[in-house]
């Protein structure tokens, strides 16, 4: 496949997860607090199966990484906002089926293996390394929003998550400058300004954690 379709599939990808944070930006600025509309939700679903495809296309463990592990975290937060049930059926076929199909080619058809993915287009140890832990540290951002989340009943992004936001995304900021990836480039510099922006939108905006 050439290198501007792939390109153009991470691209894509990019502009659906920026504008999850552009309108929860706006928002936000508009009430003078951290706002979590049901559309961020939806847009990471969708961002996420595509960039999950990039990765695999790019042959960057790094990035199919982060996507695999944290799929399941942006359906639980429509779940409880309540929205899960209200989507509609062709929206839940796609965050539902979609992914099942692309591991199934990955399984059946896909010529790569782990030795391929591991190896990446010949990066240095380290490089590899940085990808990792900077997917890590930005995946974990959900984990703990998950966790924040489910103590307290209500979708919502906590301070913690735009600081381990900004972690991440500062490292795979650095990765992607080493990789020469403009996706990964474009997408975690303007991230990191809405990062920095949001944590001090959220210092006093946080829901009081249950006992």
Known sequence: MSNWII????????MLFSARLITQWFLSE????????VLFWKLS??????????????????????????????????QIQGEWKNRSIFFKAFVVIFPILILA??????????EDLIKGERLAPWLIALGIIGQLVYTA??????????????????????????????????????????????????GGLIYMRDIYLSRNTEVEVKP
């Open 141 to 190: 951002r959900f984990f703990y929003q998950w966790y924040y989340a489910e103590r307290n009943q209500v979708s919502s992004l906590p301070q913690g998550f735009w600081v381990l936001s900004l972690i991440g995304s500062s490292l795979l900021l650095a990765y992607g400058i080493f990789r020469y990836d403009p996706v990964l480039i474009s997408a975690h510099f303007f």
């Open 105 to 114: 080619y990955i399984i059946f058809f896909g010529r790569l293996n782990w």
């Open 45 to 78: 679903l969708l961002a996420s199966v595509l960039l999950f495809a990039y990765g695999y296309l790019r042959e960057d463990l790094a990035i199919m990484l982060g996507q695999f592990l944290i799929y399941g975290v942006y359906w639980r937060n429509l």
């Open 30 to 37: 508009k009430s003078k607090k951290v706002e979590t509309p």
């Open 7 to 14: 390109f153009s599939i991470g691209f894509l990808a990019q």
